[in-house]
């Protein structure tokens, strides 16, 4: 099978980086760029860390800034769950990656228009890019092969009751994407809060005794006590890889083709996704929605990418 090239969006943030290490040398995969959006921090950061994981995961790819704020303006930080940095819990390489002056959204276009083959898009940060790649490149569209994102969820939220942060953050760039008509894949709450960080996985970790591995691990305490202090959930749900994960095999998910809008307006559900398990709506379907995960899988992946990366210093 020919790998599948790849444009990771992101928003690093420790699951993001973890996204980024799992997509970095894969032979089902060829990442062909990353992209940072604001999101876990302001666009600044969040660059920076995209540039220093990349150094980690020993990549040698563009990086293009993206936007700073959504399409309406808005500008939040998720401070509480990943730190000052975005990123804290650990001591990163200094970035090695010289950063793209194209912005985020030109980058993708310039990728796609040089690929010989369809590009996945993989979002885990904020849809702001994306929608305004749409938008802005409408004429090809024709070259995305798919758009898997992280974000939204079935039933509740974690930034507000309803709405899942990254959702939230730019329900009108995700509104766009729902509606580009394009083959779509969403990797909600509902699976990532299967993707937990167990003490069995730290002992994995641990057992590896790599530079990255204790790196890794420093940033998962982190992101576990910060989890633990926010929601009560002391095994942290390491959401964005789940959606590299289901590229390099698809059976590491269930999904449902069902159909899939945003909440634009909703005094207190603004940013909930609606997501017509039963097509009580009887409306089109729009988006696989990843339902189940295949934990075992899923972390022989991750466990795995991060070896590798050790081992490709
Ligand atoms: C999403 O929000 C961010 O904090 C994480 O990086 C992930 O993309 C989970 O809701
Ligand atoms: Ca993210």
Same mark, same amino acid.
């Given at each position: ?117 369809? &590009?996945?898009?993989?979002?885990? @940060?904020? *849809? +702001?890019?994306? !929608? ?7 004429? %090809?569209? =024709? ?116 159909? &899939?809008?945003?909440?634009?307006? @909703?005094? *207190? +559900?603004?940013? !909930? ?7 009580? %709506?009887? =409306? ?30």
């Amino acid at each position: 099978m020919k790998p599948i090239p790849l444009i990771l969006d992101c928003d690093p943030g420790h699951d993001d980086a973890l996204a980024i290490i799992l997509a970095a040398h894969n032979p089902a995969l060829r990442l062909i760029g990353i992209t940072t959006v604001s999101g876990n921090g302001g666009i600044k950061k969040v660059t920076l860390n995209a540039r220093r994981v990349a150094t980690l995961a020993n990549l040698n790819l563009p990086i293009a800034e993206g936007s700073g704020k959504s399409i309406l303006g808005a500008v939040e930080e998720a401070t509480d769950i990943h730190g000052e940095s975005a990123l804290d819990g650990a001591e990163l390489p200094e970035a090695k990656i010289e950063l793209s002056e194209l912005h985020a959204v030109d980058l993708i276009a310039k990728l796609l228009k040089e690929s010989t083959e369809k &590009v996945t898009i993989v979002a885990t @940060g904020p *849809l +702001t890019n994306v !929608a305004l790649f749409l938008k802005m490149y409408p004429q %090809l569209k =024709e070259n995305v092969r798919e758009i898997v994102f992280m974000g939204g969820s079935a039933t509740r939220g974690n930034r507000t009751p309803y709405a899942e942060f990254n959702i939230w953050m730019d329900p009108e760039a995700a509104d766009v994407v729902l509606r580009s008509g394009l083959p779509l894949t969403m990797c909600g709450l509902d699976v990532t809060h299967q993707a937990l960080v167990t003490p069995e996985i730290f002992a994995r970790l641990e057992k590896m005794g790599t530079q990255v591995s204790r790196t890794i691990i420093g940033l998962l305490k982190f992101f576990a006590k910060t989890y633990d202090e926010v929601f009560e959930i002391p095994d942290p749900p390491l959401h964005d890889p789940v959606a590299v994960a289901l590229l390099i095999d698809r059976s590491v998910v269930r999904t449902k083709k069902v159909n &899939v809008q945003v909440e634009l307006i @909703g005094s *207190l +559900t603004r940013g !909930a996704t609606v997501v017509d398990l039963h097509n009580r %709506l009887g =409306e089109q379907a729009n988006c696989e929605v990843a339902l189940e995960l295949d934990f075992e899988l899923f972390w022989k992946m991750m466990l795995e990418a991060i070896e590798k990366s050790a081992a490709t210093k």
